[in-house]
């Protein structure tokens, strides 16, 4: 009887995703800042606040193909093995950024829908989900954006996890998701 190899890294498919939710995050970002730069109504605005709600809603998608191949896919494990209660931590910081890159979507999409606009997609309008509501989308903005910094601060909290993981603690949490590292050490 052969054993099933022992994973070292994740797979291809899902190391690309978390970089190209980490690019598309980043631009998600910029565009909600650069939006600010735009004067109210003018078109520059409007383009550059149409890009981030598309660039928002692909991450939206993405987090749903990532959650589907990671139930598919065993984790490798890290070594040497942490403690119990940064296995936890851990856990606990990736079903938040999962529940956030649902969530912070999905607020902006509600928040549209109850300011009376259809979300699009890359010019393609999405159901509308939610009746307009003044009240409503003014709520909606505050929980959009509070959650979004949230986001925000947890994307920084992970990536310094895994320097902290790979210089200090000088295990391979950080070379199991990056490709360049797969071999250092």
Known sequence: ????????????????LHWLTLALLMLVYATAELSDVFPKGSAGRASVRNLHESLGLLV???????????????????????PRWQVLLATLVHVALYVLMIAVPLSG??????????????????????????????????????????????VGLHAAAAVFHHYLLRDNTLRLMWPALRSAR
């Open 60 to 82: 939206f998608g993405m987090v749903w193909l990532r959650l589907t191949l990671r139930a598919f896919a065993a984790s490798p494990a890290i070594m040497p093995t942490p």
């Open 109 to 154: 999409w509600l928040m549209l829908n109850a300011d009376g606009k259809a979300a699009v997609w890359f010019g393609t309008p999405l159901p509308v989900l939610v009746a307009p509501n003044a009240w409503l989308a003014d709520v909606l903005e505050d929980v959009h954006e509070a959650i979004a910094q949230a986001g925000y601060a947890l």
């Open 1 to 16: 009887m052969t054993a099933f190899p022992v994973r070292t890294h994740y797979g291809w498919p899902l190391i690309g």
